[in-house]
């Protein structure tokens, strides 16, 4: 009797037994046979690899590598990275003063901060870092790059850098505490109001706001012709912040939507009644370096009609990243939505196209394929319809052995902003001319 239910059982095993194909599948689906394999593999390097290593190194590099294969801003923030990235937040930290990405194993500058370090070396959007000291960036992370970037203030850092066009050259920055300066405005021919964002951190809507009280007080709010808003450069921030801007120049409707995977995560952030600037004309300035809040804004002043938009085509980053703090190792920054402007356009690997086009200077123009842009990221998330756009536009360059004066001259002549104060002056002019009902 024993024997006959033994074999029964065995039986009914060999039927139930799944095929080696079922088990190779099994094997690639199942997140706990997985798990072995991660197992196995953490077993094999703690154990075998030719040099000492920690256990926890070893586990934070498999999350980052995780993480950072889903797209390019996505990653595990250690601990001092993710505490220097909550006092970024707040307009004061560390370093040389420029957003930058990884990229093919490079380091590649989205916009340089102004008045820091990195703005006065003269570092461009789309410059690509190669070397640290002369030590190759390929091989490093994201965040391991970053870290040899920063040290003690006053302490010096030798970047190489490859520009387009041009033979790769070294400069030697200056370490400084990065005091952000969120928003700087001054009067322009009388009767306009300048106001240069800089980046979005927890003061921004506010000074923004008290940015445009204050010039419309001095210039009188009779004679005040409109306000020109530079985002040029603008690498982004806050989310909220934005959001508060946009809302600050419009009456109602939609400022930005954010779909997430789950279409119940959809959220949409309606503006306030009230534009602080009683409806007076409005122009944007953008670049390439204007990225995320940057763009919310931009689009949503573009949608709604409330500003002509002057410049290049922007970065291009319309995704949203989430962080989730983990009490005592440091937290995950996973994306979790993208952006969408009122008239639903996916900015993601896309960006805002400028309503007139201008290039940065006069010095030489001529069509080329965009080479720096969020779509051309690694593993950077499609747009709307899960495309990756390239694009067409002008550009303009100038040689860095020129000479000092003609530098000088370059700087003073901000040809974009020219262009800008010509636009809003003839918006004035028409509005004036319109006749009143």
């Known amino acids: 009797m024993l024997k006959k239910l033994t074999l029964i059982i065995l039986c009914m095993l060999s039927l139930t037994k799944p095929t080696s194909a079922a088990l190779e599948k099994t094997a690639k689906d199942d997140p706990y046979l997985l798990l072995e394999l991660f197992g196995a593999a953490f077993q094999t390097a703690r154990s075998e690899y030719v040099d000492e290593t920690s256990d926890r190194k070893l586990i934070e590099a498999a999350i980052n590598g995780m993480l950072s294969s889903l797209d390019p801003h996505s990653s595990f923030l250690d601990d001092d990275t993710y505490r220097d990235m909550q006092i970024q937040t707040k307009g004061e930290f560390g370093g040389l003063g420029m957003e930058v990405t990884m990229e093919n194993g490079m380091l590649r500058i989205i916009s340089p901060l102004d008045d820091t370090p990195a703005f006065k ?46 033979e790769p050259f070294d400069v030697t920055l200056t370490r400084d505490i990065i005091k952000i300066e969120t928003v700087k405005y001054e009067v322009k021919n009388e009767d306009i109001g300048y106001i240069r964002v800089i980046t979005f951190s927890d003061t921004t809507t506010q000074n923004v706001q008290k940015a445009i009280k204050e010039m419309t007080a001095s210039i009188g709010k009779d004679k005040i012709r409109g306000f020109i808003v530079d985002l040029r450069n603008n690498p982004g921030g806050l989310l909220e912040q934005a959001i508060g801007v946009a809302d600050t120049f419009l009456e109602e409707g939609e400022i930005v939507s954010t779909r997430a995977k789950n279409p119940e995560e959809t959220t949409r952030e309606i503006a306030t009644p009230g534009d602080l600037t009683n409806g007076l004309p409005l122009v944007v300035l953008l670049n390439e370096g204007s990225a995320s809040a940057s763009e919310i804004v931009a689009g949503a002043l573009q949608d709604h009609r409330r500003a002509v938009l002057v410049g290049t085509p922007s970065f291009g980053k319309g995704s949203v990243q989430s962080v989730k703090p983990i009490p005592g190792y440091g ?13 639903g356009r996916s900015i993601q690997a896309k960006g805002i196209e400028p309503d007139v086009l201008i290039p940065r200077a006069e010095i030489k123009e001529e069509p080329i394929i965009v080479g720096y842009s969020e779509s051309n990221l690694p593993k950077a998330l499609g747009s709307k319809n899960g495309e990756k756009n390239q694009k067409e536009t002008t550009h303009s360059e100038k040689n860095t052995d020129e000479k000092e004066n003609d530098e000088k001259t370059e700087e003073k002549t901000d040809y974009q902003l020219d262009r800008a104060l010509d636009i809003l002056k003839s918006i004035s002019i028409y509005r004036q001319q319109e006749p009143k009902e």
């Open 331 to 343: 937290a995950l920054k996973i994306t979790t939505a993208r952006y969408y402007t009122p008239s």
């Open 121 to 166: 070396a003269k570092l461009q959007p789309g410059d690509i870092i190669t070397h640290i000291d002369d030590d190759a960036i390929v091989g490093l992370t994201l965040n391991e790059a970053v870290e040899k970037m920063r040290g003690k203030p006053k302490t010096k850092v030798k970047l190489t850098i490859r520009r387009k066009n041009q």
